[in-house]
């Protein structure tokens, strides 16, 4: 599989993390993989084969191009064809101001891009699939994002303040966090699901979980008891707890089966809890 990320440019890189590509003839991982829960939204132009959500014993196909929204637990897909997508991977909370859609509204599934927005993307999607190559696709995909771009909702600006207080200073607690803004625990869960679409408190579940990933696949600790202190839980069955809710694995059983896709993402999931978003807990 070819697999290439491409940096946003000074304008957008607030909102876009990268742009990525990938293109293989044959089938590039096993016969189901899981997207972990990572604090992003994607849209995904798919110029390659349909592949499918496997969801209780059903088989959803996902055509097209599509949204795969903010995810609080893993979606389990199959891809067994053809692969070339160009995408466009979103910051956390990045895609609010060109959407304009509450992102809960689309969490934990795939989206077709008619059915957020119309036929508003058809012309993009033409652009990108005519393009001569991915530095093209990068400049046209750039030039529309630039048009879509609108001026930061109050919800918006809001919690990117709300951000930038938990990644600098911690706060004690979630309660705290809603003083600092003089508000209440309801007004920021509801800001904070419309914009980012995950709660305070789901955001740092996310935030401790894929720190976990990174430290169990980075062979630097002795034992997953080590992995689950490093990372802010409470105690071993915490650990266990939420890692199951959020992948319906335990750690141990979630390093033994060795997702392919979650190893490829292993970089940009350091580099996104590096420099984005990573926070103590409250």
Same mark, same amino acid.
């Not at 789901?202 to 720190?211: A, D, W």
């Not at 997953?224 to 490093?230: E, I, P, R, Y």
């Given at each position: 599989? =070819?697999?290439r990320?491409?940096?946003p ?12 590509? &990938?293109?293989s =003839? ?7 993989e ?14 390659? %084969?349909?592949?499918?959500q496997?969801?209780n014993?059903?088989r959803l196909a ?5 949204i ?8 389990v897909?199959? *891809?067994?064809?053809? *692969?070339?997508f ?8 990045g ?7 509450p992102?809960h509204l689309? &969490?934990n ?9 119309g ?10 699939y =005519?393009?001569a %190559?991915?530095?093209?696709?990068v ?5 529309f994002?630039?048009?879509?771009? *609108?001026?930061? &909702?109050r ?8 951000? *930038? ?7 004690q607690?979630i ?10 625990y ?7 699901s419309?914009? @980012?679409?995950?709660t305070?408190a ?10 976990a990933v990174?430290?169990i696949?980075s062979?630097?600790?002795p034992s ?7 990372c ?9 707890r939420?890692f ?10 979630? @390093?033994k089966?060795q ?14 809890l590096?420099?984005?978003?990573n926070?103590?807990a409250?």
């Open positions: 599989m =070819e697999y990320e491409y940096p440019n000074k304008h957008l890189a607030k909102y876009v993390e990268c742009y990525w590509s &990938a293109f =003839e044959k089938p590039p991982f096993r016969e189901k899981h997207l972990i829960p990572d604090g992003t939204i994607e849209l995904m132009f798919n110029f390659g %084969d349909p592949y499918v496997l969801r014993g059903e996902v055509k097209g191009s599509h795969i929204g903010i995810r609080k637990q893993s979606l897909i199959s *891809q067994t064809g053809r *692969q070339h160009f995408c466009i991977r979103f910051k956390l909370g895609a609010f101001p060109f959407f304009r859609v992102a689309f &969490a599934s795939f989206y077709t891009v008619h059915e957020l927005f036929n508003t993307y058809n012309e993009l999607e033409e652009q990108l =005519e393009a %190559d991915n530095q093209e696709r400049r046209i995909t750039e030039a994002l630039l048009r879509q771009l *609108q001026p930061e &909702a919800d918006y600006r809001f919690v990117d303040n709300c951000l *930038q207080e938990m990644q600098d200073h911690c706060p607690n309660g705290a966090l809603a003083a600092r803004f003089n508000t209440n309801k007004t920021l869960e509801r800001r904070f419309s914009v @980012l679409g995950l305070p789901e955001l740092l579940k996310i935030n401790r979980f894929n720190n990174l430290a696949y062979c630097k600790y997953l008891t080590s992995v689950a202190h490093h802010g839980y409470y105690d071993q069955s915490h650990f266990i939420e199951k809710q959020l992948t319906g694995f335990t750690p141990k059983e979630f @390093l089966e997702f392919t896709i979650v190893q490829v993402i292993q970089p940009a999931l350091a580099e996104r590096s420099r984005s978003w926070f103590a409250l």
